[in-house]
């Protein structure tokens, strides 16, 4: 079945279902669809969408997961792309410091994610992935809601970088193989 929903209306009303809904019939056709979304080409412009135009939480929240579930795939994504998805999430955590809390966080999780699985890229003879300490600088000499976002990614990455690959490689496949 190919992926049909178009508008944001109807990702927000399959968010709700998700999250929300009590009943299981209508969550497991909005998890179905939804996960289609991840293999779908339209995947990062329907998060981009849900994450500008989202009105509810759970719209958010649904593009950090799939945008994390995109980015720990076992074929990566190409190294300009994973560096504009790092850099739109920072962005956009900067500009919007008063989201859901657990949206913050499943998007700093994408941050350190994409992080840690590029820290040996080089691009240019850069170590690309590694200026991550400048971004965050950058929150930590903002407002107290940046500060916070801010210690929240380092606090992140942290946990992120001493989990071992093997480990994150099972729990990508236990989140996948739902």
Known sequence: MALRVQSLAELEVLCN??????DVAQ?????????ELIDSPECLSQCQLLLERGTTSYAQLLAATCLSKLVSRSTPLPVE???D???YILNYVASQPKLAPFVIQALVQVI?????LG???VQKDQLIFRDIIADVKKFLQG?????IIGVMILSELTQEMNLPLKVQ???IFLTDSR
């Open 17 to 22: 279902h998700l999250y929300e809904g009590t």
């Open 27 to 35: 969550r497991m056709q909005a998890e179905k669809v939804l996960l």
């Open 81 to 83: 792309q994973r560096i």
């Open 85 to 87: 998805i790092r850099n």
């Open 112 to 116: 350190a994610k994409i992080t840690k």
């Open 119 to 121: 820290w040996f890229e």
């Open 143 to 147: 407002t107290v809601d940046h500060y």
């Open 169 to 171: 490689k099972i729990r």
